[in-house]
């Protein structure tokens, strides 16, 4: 007799996935995937790292006199890649949004050539980004250990490749990318957020920054900092309206020490200073610092909601 | 001459081995290892995570009219890698605890088909999960994604497998299949924890979750949260007493914002509401609102301690 | 016609790397990569954690009574290998301190060497920390569950040979031994830590650990506990200064309980607890209690910074 | 200075890869790869090779109770992956025959279907030819190590796969399957070659056989034996003209000895045996004994030729 | 509908394996792969390579003065998964041979055990083939290329280890490691075939040496040669009779060139040379020389049988 | 007990290679392997059998239009991985022929640089090499078939970048590149053969062709075919000369039928076709035609020898 009878458990699962299936009114044909896959975009992600950082994110026998093409091959290769999950997620959002199928092809070809003409201006922010994490940290020894060992400059590098996918409208890529940095740096920032020049976090673990965060240049933020949402807005239906502004809008030259927790759709006004633990759903005024201390008394309302 | 002169250090080494083994009271008897595996744990893991959701984590060139043929042919290999790890506990246990090893076998087997029995219903409650992200993120625009990019729902996954292991008896199959979870996701679940139907943690890292937590449906949580024990009683000898229940209870319906730590066994009300970074050790009634305001008077006892 | 074009790209790219170069005034000499490899690390650091424990963390087909041979062999092969990004550090540093050139071949073999003959001691301070784990933990089964189970556990071997590193003032390879364990457990020790026998860190994920603390022996930390800088000291001309004591000094037997924050050189007395989330900027005296509570006047002045 | 100007070699050999094109009369449209690949043949034979026996050459931990889901998965997998080759084999075609490419992805599935339907026969005549080789060897212990071992055996897994493209038409799928067994035995039988039941080939290496050879059943052969054209038939303008039956006709039941050469379209009747390293060129009768004296004579003609 | 329709090919094939089982009585009890695997042996072969030629055929990065943890690491774990292997061996041969089954696991720990005492003798032999290789080919340029190169070599390294298996009565991994040398080589030797010192095969190429042939010292042949058999004996049922000796005896110093044929228990005398070609079934006398010239009026008899 | 004690067979083996390193004449010191890798070899092979035909060849995933990136790429990759190989065959030879240890990395340069100017001549041959196999053989369908799955254009592309190597002084590199082949395909070139324009090799297996073997343009040639020496001149003491001209000359337009062998320094006039099995030791007139029948009283001298 074999040892474990396979049979009834295999039904059973089934039973269970046809029922799924039905409940979420999906076809039962045949067929195969029909989603973008995370392992795809893994390897995509890192060929982009190679073509943008070629002599530190590269081949370790790289030289730096045939970068050029190095960078030719992994870029032409990781497109075409691209391409092929770039026509999965448009098949996908069609099927739930009723576009004309036979658009397809051409579009994923405009969203690629568009998102590889947006590859020399990601690097040239993530410059301003390695330059703030090397200027901020006074532990920092190189640029060069910047690039490769600070957890905030993946997260930053993945980040601004999510957020491209992001405004192109390739949510479903923009997050995958964004959750291969979060799995490895503990730092989850939404591909939606708007991010200014020389950003950086120290340290980062527990960084959450929402999707509808906009964040100025030169700011600095520590690890645990949470830019969230106070309250879900509702409709009239009670079901929650989607895409409204509710997260902080930071400013210029912020900085915003480990812990701090900022809520909803408040200003942190340029150069003004956040300590940290600071629990904070008001705005702040340009240059201000605000403490522990000052923050006690400002949640006696509702519990504050975050997304 | 060599460059290294290795012997000293391997010797040294081995004498520190030596004095360990004896401390710990290990046999010096030659022999292989005896303990479960991590390596095996992961790839037995995969292949469940394949066989309960084949067409989201099995391999990308599955179709659906083929789904049983791979579950089936998976499950079982699966199956009888488990057989291997989880005779390799129960060895492990016999020479800790004194069992009669003769029973081992047929044991090991009881245990995997128990634990082959249990999937459907570990499938179920999964589902049930996927369903509450998706309804619970405002940014959330498939289930498919949802399955396929949170850290929540992917330590879900873990925590139902290894919470299976867990009342079966098996805690080393249980904490390996956990900390491959925490370790990616940075959510931290003891796999002791009972935990209902449609449980929902957004962003994760540093959510911790204690061993004797008792959770019920429909229950929401942020990233940081603690739920974790307040004291370790003590024996009249002042040694730790384990298995006593000291973590809070979480009625259905609850929602804890990001930050905060709960300690103790206290009891969350049906439908009660935690803001964020409140600090609690006292009950709340159900429905009840607590903010951060509410807690501060709420610690001037002794430190408290945590699990 | 091809469907991307990617000549623009490339030398948009290699445009925006020229002036990258030349900002950092760095040589467009043709060369290959002259930086430590985070891979080659990887490698490395695995072989040693199965020299140091290699009946659990050595290969699964390991026998007790061949160990040495197993020991002897991984070890030669990783102290050449170590030796080769020992070279690259010296030579980086060369580049950047002005270093004679010349010598960087002896000092190498001489830093490897003594890499090597402190690899025992590691080991010892490690048991001591195993134990710490087992005995601090009530849900801890064993000390084998421990060694390969615990993300603590993890950190510490990191950081004790990251801590090798540092002190042979190699900062590159430091650095990268220390973020491969941030990355996988999200606990973040500098390596410039010094840290006694017998530390304990539980859960850990969004631990910092900050580059001039001291701890004793017997400490125990949980998870989100940060021992921080409280300011950054400036020179007179406003530039940051290096190197001076800016963190937390941990006597023995402290325990700091979750989400605790411990701001610039203060002293936490031998045998002190500091309780869950409290905010601390001053000292603490031998034995002291301190909670919540009793930090909540403290940080009235400047937001507290931390490195 | 670069050590190697690469430059110039790339552009030189860019200019042949143009002038053999151009004498090719190849597009110089960009495109991708439009061939089909040995290495997918590789993957997809070791697949079916699983399938057809799948307890010697499927995965290790294969068990007899779970075959049928090991082979359904692998099946569908295999016959998809080969679906695709299929395509690329058809449009190859189209390319070269003028066909209408509309038609092609009906014809390649018609195709896969066809060759998945042929494989319980062909399984069937294996089963056949591992009792040939079991019979026909002294030295042979059991069919399984003839299975296992026997590269004559494996030449003729392939070669009936091998055989069936050839017969759909998918010549050059036929050759890659027939081509990856003559590397690995030496044994190079045309994919074209008819081949009849309980067919076994002895030690193997060096072993020929013709596009059109026809092979009776019970026949056996040993090394080095060459079933090879005499002559290429030209047409009228001296071409070749392909196609023409041109290698020998082997009833049932014969057997010939290592390094005999036949040449040309001559009969060796049913039951005769043809000695080591004999050269023919003419009919044998039916139980027919020819040995190397007799064969001494017999070409005095031309040099035969022989494809 | 499905693009294939695996089902009925699934039963088919099922139900010819059923057919194929019953025929061969086998059991169709459920149960895993009872056989030694090509691709465990292949691993432990390559494993023994480096064991006795660690320099040359052991891991790119060994250095001389670690050698022997190299080797006693890695013959550890090669005897320990050879013992795995030889169990399943001596498990097989009891279901064939009515052994009695619990003094298996004891058989195999002593086989293995003289196994590994015959490894420096194997090594001693095949330093004597390797300076035979040196001496005997003019383009030989050191005794490291030929240890590198010459498929003659690699085919004699796997023979011995082969051999050894042979007489130790395991034929079946006896023959996987000689058939892995076949497959690369395209030389067949039996490895029941007794070979003494200083052996050469050039070229290699088609060579077949049959179980019972018996070479000397010193000799030296060339590619296609062949030791056959001239008839296999019958016994009174007209059943091949196994085991009798029917293949040459060749004495020391004998030279025989490429394509030479020698068939039957023929007696090759010391110092004696075969030319090119030649089809020889008498004996030669010492320091003879047979050229093809010779050869010619011999094989008047029946066609010559050849195993 | 341990199941198998090492020690004394490590020591064993020890003693043996000490043994064996004396009567070598090597030194005992510490140090690494010296001598090129195989392994390496194979991936420098693999990557400029993608340079010399990219889209054949290399990468599945490349296109046409940006071939010239990959190349520049791969070429740059390949060339430092060469430049290793070859250092290390340089210092071989030095210290065998006492060369200045001093000059080895200029020569090493110069030598690859060299080599990397040969590579567009090599395609230009091999593309003779490939139209001759797609003319010559009536089966072969395109010239893409004939690239991908022929073994001896393999071994042509082996032999020809091999010969590159043999004529540049790095016999070492040389005899690693065409047993590469060899092992595949069976057919044995030496790298000294000197091969025109338009070589074809059909079926190949068997083939052998020595060292100084001149072959002219056009030339075919079958499987088993032999050019040899016929005897090793030795000098005045009986040693072996090496490096005189000793292997046939094979002019324009010549045909070579399968199983013939051609020994000693003979020419084959043009356009002269040599029959099947044929034994050949003079020279053959131009346009003459050889049959076995001519041959047969041509070898009553001493046994051939052949190299």
């Given amino acids: 007799m074999a040892v474990f009878d396979i049979n009834p458990i295999v039904s059973s699962l089934n039973a269970i996935r046809q029922e ?3 409940s979420q009114r999906r076809s039962r044909e045949p067929g195969g995937r029909e989603f973008p896959s995370p392992q795809a975009m893994t390897k995509i992600l890192d060929d982009l790292k190679g073509v943008l950082f070629p002599m530190r994110l590269g081949p370790l026998d790289l030289r ?3 970068e050029d093409f190095y960078i030719g091959h992994t870029l032409d290769s990781a497109l075409h890649a691209l391409l092929h999950q770039v026509r999965l997620e448009l098949q996908y ?6 576009h004309d199928n036979g658009e397809i092809e051409a579009r994923a070809i405009t969203a690629v050539q568009a998102f590889a003409s947006a590859l020399p201006d990601i690097r040239r922010l993530l410059d ?3 330059l703030a994490a090397y200027h901020g940290d006074p532990a920092a020894r190189s640029v060069d250990e910047v690039l490769l060992c600070y957890p905030g400059v993946l997260a930053m590098i993945h980040h601004r490749i999510a957020h491209q ?9 923009a997050r995958m990318s964004s959750e291969l ?4 740096t503990g730092i989850d920032i939404h591909p939606g957020a708007q991010i200014g020049a020389s950003f950086f976090i120290d340290h980062g673990t527990g960084v959450v920054i929402g999707e509808t965060s906009i964040i100025g240049e030169r700011v600095r933020i520590y690890q645990a900092v949470t830019l969230g949402a106070k309250r879900f807005p509702t409709d009239g239906n009670g079901k929650l309206e989607k895409g409204l502004p509710r997260h902080p809008i930071v400013e210029d030259d912020v900085v915003i020490y480990a812990g701090a927790t900022i ?3 408040v200003t942190l006004g340029k150069g003004c200073t956040v300590g940290g633990n600071v629990w904070l759903i008001d705005d702040v ?5 605000v403490t522990q201390a000052d923050s006690q008394g400002m949640q006696s309302c509702d519990p504050a909601v975050q997304e």
Avoid at 93 to 98: F, K, L, P, T
Avoid at 168 to 173: E, G, H
């Fill in 64 to 66: 730096q006199e045939s």
């Fill in 285 to 289: 005024p340009p240059g201000g610092h």
């Fill in 128 to 130: 301003t980004d390695v």
């Fill in 165 to 173: 996918f992001y405004i192109q409208d390739m949510p479903l890529l």
């Fill in 93 to 98: 959002q069609a099927r739930h949004r009723d």
């Fill in 20 to 22: 799924w299936r039905s």
């Fill in 181 to 184: 940095a979060h799995s490895q």
């Fill in 263 to 265: 809520l909803g759709r």
